[in-house]
């Protein structure tokens, strides 16, 4: 089978590799498209060192189901089934005890981070039958792909503690904050600010639903007051960086909480006082737990529309290379899918996209 290999930092290959078989309870998924995410782009280049030089990468996807192991009892898949994988594999013993926080249980792995895991930047793959989730035929199949980003939206929404009622800050537009934007909308939020530097994403920002703040033109904090007449009552920084925090924290209420969910700074410098003075909280969330998954999986299998603003373009295994490579220097306004079997592809979804922001 060919696979999307990290040769080295900054070049990935594509290579032949022995095709996986379905062994025990596991299943085999015949890859229809895989989505780039933000850690795919730091572990190409080396920067987050958590991917390899030798590792097939890939986390977000989805697929069709080409075969199931001996020892599989689900009677919802079968071949032929149009699937997405949860990424996060916990052990079979594990299931009850962390039922609600599977993402908790200390030998967790995660498909597409474990290097020595062939993960969905391959045309195969194979993963245990508790993490394979089926979508239905109704839906555009490339959704399939955005379920793992939205679950990761849907978990920090919930870890913010956001009703909906709330106003929500969010810091960063790019495919996380715009995922969260859709979280936040699936949690019945109305009032939603987004901060964004880059231009080309701000339309974008704008169809989904949020109010775009240019934090380079105004102090965010600013800009919020002006925006709602007071503070936000929650943020989720989709960014992770000191100066995000620190427009989260000094946009938000009293007592308001900021969900950190952007990594990108390993150490923050924060204003102190606008966390203890100020009774603030911060709290993480990184992954979701498998309710969280099914939920975004659920909301996506009714193909809202605004789903497909998520998806800038796709491009084939040939040209999986040049588009790391590009997205690096320059980042698109929404997401990029490596498709891997072009045939079980409708355009449609781009086409539609297209459409609306015209
Ligand atoms: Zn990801």
Redesign the pocket.
Known sequence: MRALVLESFGKLAVADLDEPSADADEVKVRIIAT?I????LHGYSGANGRRAPGQVMG??TVGVVSAVGPDVTRDDISPGTIVTVN?VVIPREGIEEFTGREQHHPEKWVL?VAQEVVSAFAEYIVVPERNVVPLPYTMPVLFGALV??LA?AVNAVRRAGITKDDAVLVLGGGP?GQSVILALQMAGVERILVTEVLPERRDLLTALGATVINPTAEPVNEAVRRILGRPADAAIDAVGASPTVNDALSSIKLGGRVCLVGMGQTELTIDAFSVSTAERSIVGSFTYANSDFQAAADWLAGAPGKAALLISRTVDMDGADDAFRSLEEHPTSGKVLVVLTPSLVAEGVIAERNEVLT
């Open positions: 989505g995410c933000g850690s795919d986390h977000e990424p597409g793992e980003p990761v996380i």
